[in-house]
């Protein structure tokens, strides 16, 4: 079972370093693409790094739902903050809007989605918070 969650564990860690060199590429190209690439690697790591935390402690279940919501009730307090948690929470819906969003593109370093009706601006500030968080637990994973 230990190769399983290490697994996980190195494939979060290298989608995190795919999606900071995906944002540090942004500036060179602007291109929205960059920024689509930015929040599905984030969302990928993010999904590694809660799968590695539940195997290792052997609570993983079921459906993906189930998962998700036994980790931020139960695991994540106990390792992160409660601005890091919201922070990967948040990285798994903007991913989901982002996917299911009619209309999407990029102007002056905004990533705008129509949400349920609704322009939503996605910013470079924005992305980098939430990259930071996703760095941070990533590395609260391995103490």
Do not use: C
Not at 1 to 18: P, Q, R, S
Not at 105 to 124: H, N, Q, S
């Amino acid at each position: 079972m230990v190769g399983i969650w290490t697994e996980d564990y190195i494939n979060a860690k290298y989608h995190l370093a795919v999606a900071e060199r995906m944002l540090k590429s942004y500036g060179d190209y602007e291109d929205k693409r960059f920024l689509v690439g930015v929040i599905n690697e984030m969302a990928r790591s993010v999904s590694g790094l809660i799968r590695a935390f539940l195997i290792r402690r052997n609570k993983l279940k079921g459906s993906a739902q189930e998962n998700l919501r036994f980790f931020l009730k139960e695991v994540a307090p106990k390792y992160m903050d409660e601005g890091t948690k919201n922070n990967l929470f948040r990285v798994l819906e903007v991913q989901k809007a982002q996917k299911t969003s009619p209309i999407e593109f990029a102007k002056r370093g905004d990533l705008i989605l129509l949400i349920d009706g609704k322009y939503r601006f996605l910013t470079i500030d924005r992305l980098k918070e939430l990259l930071e968080s996703v760095k941070v637990a990533v590395g609260r994973f391995s103490e």
